[in-house]
């Protein structure tokens, strides 16, 4: 099968582009690498370095005439989406239709969607939270990703185009890059790396901090190879199911990387969600999919891969 991966030299993307690659199929890699990195992205793919709202995108369709596209380019901050939300709709909500025009003008078969349970469950009364239970959205970066399976679901009616879209949990896994919003494993993991301490934002009536579903991301890209034949037209959380609170992944990873640094309590961050963990019961029926890698054996492989790589 021939794959098209907008965002592939990103950490997740290029996860699942050495994924499809393992598995045989032939991989086209489009990304602009204002993110991402070209040493990420696997020798054998083909590579354009390209922005996904380009009027060229048409030709690279032309000349590679996928089967399927699997579209993880995006605007990926919360803050940088609340900063800047026509930024985030130019990327998330324009440029992936410039990405579905392409695939309806050369009849793609398939689009894998990358969505976010997380930000799309928001502060959900109901944990672990299932696909159908959406939250008012407070970021346009939210909101541009619900509004992404919308139109998904609109050129599906209209156009016979297939999708799936998956929800991510919290991905952690080599070629994540510590910054503010990576979420805190690649942070505690760097912080480990330098012998610095790490921060914990703690409520008063939550002290061990926010809750996180974190999924590694093999799990998450052995998700990607099977929506290549599995799921038609729904969202599908892609996460463990596991509740954990940001002290206690501090205490997992201190264990497993025998370190003793402290953790700083500091009080909560306005505008954090609370709690988030995916109920991801769909995966299991519609694709075959459960996490299998366990928070310490992901937290094992990431210290390997970094103690080899030096970095992320
Ligand atoms: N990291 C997580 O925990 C998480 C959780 C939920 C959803 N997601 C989603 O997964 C996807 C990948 O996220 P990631 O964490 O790997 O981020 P990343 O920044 O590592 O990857 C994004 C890639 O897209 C590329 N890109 C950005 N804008 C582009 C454009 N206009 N044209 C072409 N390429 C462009 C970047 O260069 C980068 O390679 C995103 O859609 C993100 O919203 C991530």
């Known amino acids: 099968m021939k794959i098209l991966v907008t965002g592939g030299a990103g950490f997740i993307g290029s996860n699942v582009v050495d994924a499809y690659i393992r598995e045989g199929h032939d991989v086209v890699v489009v990304d602009n690498l204002s993110s991402g990195k070209k040493e990420n992205v696997h020798p054998d793919a083909a590579f354009y ?39 985030d709709a130019e990327l998330n909500v324009v440029g992936l239709l410039n990405v579905l025009n392409q695939c309806v003008a050369f009849d793609v078969k398939k689009v894998i969607f990358i969505s976010s349970g997380g930000a799309l469950a928001g502060d959900a009364d109901v944990i672990p939270t299932d696909e159908e239970h959406v939250s008012d959205m407070i970021s346009p970066y939210a909101i541009s990703k619900y509004v992404g399976e919308k139109y998904l679901h609109f050129y599906a009616v209209t156009y016979g185009l297939t999708y799936v879209s998956l929800r991510y949990a919290n991905v952690y896994g080599p070629r994540q890059v510590a910054e503010g919003e990576s979420g805190v494993v690649p942070i505690f993991m760097e912080n480990f790396f330098q012998n610095r301490p790490s921060e914990l934002y703690a409520y008063a009536d939550q002290p061990r901090g926010t809750t996180r579903d974190y999924v590694y991301v093999d799990d998450v890209a052995r998700a990607n190879v099977l929506a290549l034949t599995k799921g038609r037209n729904v969202p599908i959380n892609i996460g463990t199911g596991v509740e954990m609170h940001i002290e206690d992944i501090y205490r997992q990873m201190q264990e497993v990387l025998g370190h003793d640094l402290p953790l700083i309590r500091k009080k909560e961050r306005v505008g954090d969600v609370r709690r988030s963990c995916l109920d991801c019961t769909r995966a299991k029926d519609v694709l075959g999919w459960e996490a299998e890698v366990s928070f310490k054996e992901g937290i094992r492989r990431l210290y390997r891969y970094m103690s080899k790589t030096n970095s992320p």
């Open 49 to 87: 370095l390209m922005d996904i709202r380009s009027d060229d995108l048409r030709k690279v369709f032309d000349i590679e005439r996928p089967d399927v596209v699997n579209h993880h380019a995006a605007q990926k901050s919360v803050p940088k989406s609340v900063e800047d939300p026509v930024f």
